[in-house]
Nanobody, 119 residues
C-alpha cells in the first residue's frame, strides 16, 4: 500500500516563506510526475507546480518566480519552496504523485496541509 505524507504547512505573514514536503512510501516500482495542487476556500482545486522524472518543471502563472518545486528521487520526496507568500496563497495544499506499483500506474494524493498567509 502506498502512502503520501505531507508536512511543512502553517501560518505565516505576507512576504514570508514556507517549505512543503511530501514523501511517498510503500511498494513503489517507479515514480513519474510529482506535483502540488491547492484548493482555496470557495475555489476549485488548481495545479500549483509539477516536476517530471527528468526534472522538467511547470508552474501556475500566479506563483512563477516565487515558488520552486524540486524532488529527491532517492527519498521519493517532492518539495515546494514558497517565498514571498501572499494572502491569496492561502489554501490547502495537496501533493499528487503518479507512480507504479505491482498493479500498474496510478495517481496518489496526500492528505493535504493548510497554508495560511496573513496580511
Amino acid at each position: 500500500q502506498v502512502q503520501l505524507v505531507e508536512s511543512g504547512g502553517g501560518s505565516v505573514q505576507a512576504g514570508g516563506s514556507l517549505r512543503l514536503s511530501c514523501a511517498a512510501s510503500g511498494r513503489i516500482f517507479s515514480i513519474n510526475t510529482m506535483a502540488w495542487y491547492r484548493r482555496a476556500p470557495g475555489k476549485q482545486r488548481e495545479l500549483v507546480a509539477g516536476i517530471t522524472s527528468g526534472g522538467t518543471t511547470n508552474y501556475a502563472d500566479s506563483v512563477k518566480g516565487r515558488f520552486t518545486i524540486s524532488r529527491d528521487n532517492a527519498k521519493n520526496t517532492v518539495y515546494l519552496q514558497m517565498n514571498s507568500l501572499k494572502p491569496e496563497d492561502t489554501a490547502v495544499y495537496y501533493c499528487n504523485v503518479n507512480l507504479m506499483t505491482g498493479t500498474g500506474w496510478r495517481d496518489y494524493w496526500g492528505q493535504g496541509t493548510q497554508v495560511t498567509v496573513s496580511s
